[in-house]
């Protein structure tokens, strides 16, 4: 199975395609966790990618794409996986399209995680993410065990650099022009499925599971 997550920045998108990814055992892949673990690591691609993610503003697109259809390329990969911050702009999802008709094989499902932006920024500054394994937390809605101790790893958690409050409007912004044209796109092709992202973690999972199947 064939999934991409799409919806706005603190949308729930990390912590649906978990979940997804867990119950259908299948890998979950987030270009922003990629990244965060390239930019922890000091690469040059990590370095390049922080200058733009600090402002709120997209990786271009040359850095993203490749990286992408080289990680579903891998052998864990075969039978399906959850995309979980990519594509984000048009030429993104082209580059997966044509990478995909390649090999005969298309997204299954386009899943639109729906929350308003009035609901984001709230949402935003209770985050504390994991920087080791990508997990991520709500001090409020999805407390970890132990304050400031991911569950799964036992690494720090940390507030990330781009929820400040006016770089999440920028994220904002930047979702609007350059992603949200792609609901149109996956409807297009057949792939878009939607749900209410404002509700409980665990209805949002569950009305997942209506669409993907048991
Ligand atoms: P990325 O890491 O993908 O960030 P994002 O899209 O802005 O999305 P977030 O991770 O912020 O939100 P999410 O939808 O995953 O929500 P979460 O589950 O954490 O990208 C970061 C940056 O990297 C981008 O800005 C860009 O610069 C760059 N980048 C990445 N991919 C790129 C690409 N393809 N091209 C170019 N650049 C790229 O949930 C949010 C919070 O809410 C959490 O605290 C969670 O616990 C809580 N929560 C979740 N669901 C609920 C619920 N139902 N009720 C209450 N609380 C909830
Ligand atoms: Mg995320
Ligand atoms: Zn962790």
Redesign the pocket.
Known sequence: MKII?L????????????QIAAKYSIPHI???????ANIKNGTELGKK?KS??D???????E??CDL?VDRISQADAVNGYVL??????IP?AEALTNALNARNEKIDYAIN?E?PDSNIVN??G????CLGCGA???????APKKEGVCDACGAELVL?D??KPET?QK?LN??HDQ?QPLIEYYSKAGAMVEVD?????D??FQDIIKILGE
Do not use: C, W
């Open positions: 997550m919806g706005a920045p603190g949308a729930g998108k990390g912590t649906q395609a978990k987030s270009t922003g966790d990629i990244f965060r990618a733009y993610m402002q709120g503003l997209l990786v271009p697109d850095l993203t992408v979980d911050g990519f594509p984000r702009t993104q995680v929350v949402r935003m209770g985050r504390r993410a991520t937390y709500h001090v409020e809605f999805n990330r781009d929820d999440v994220r930047v979702y992603t992202g404002t509700q409980d973690i209805v949002v």
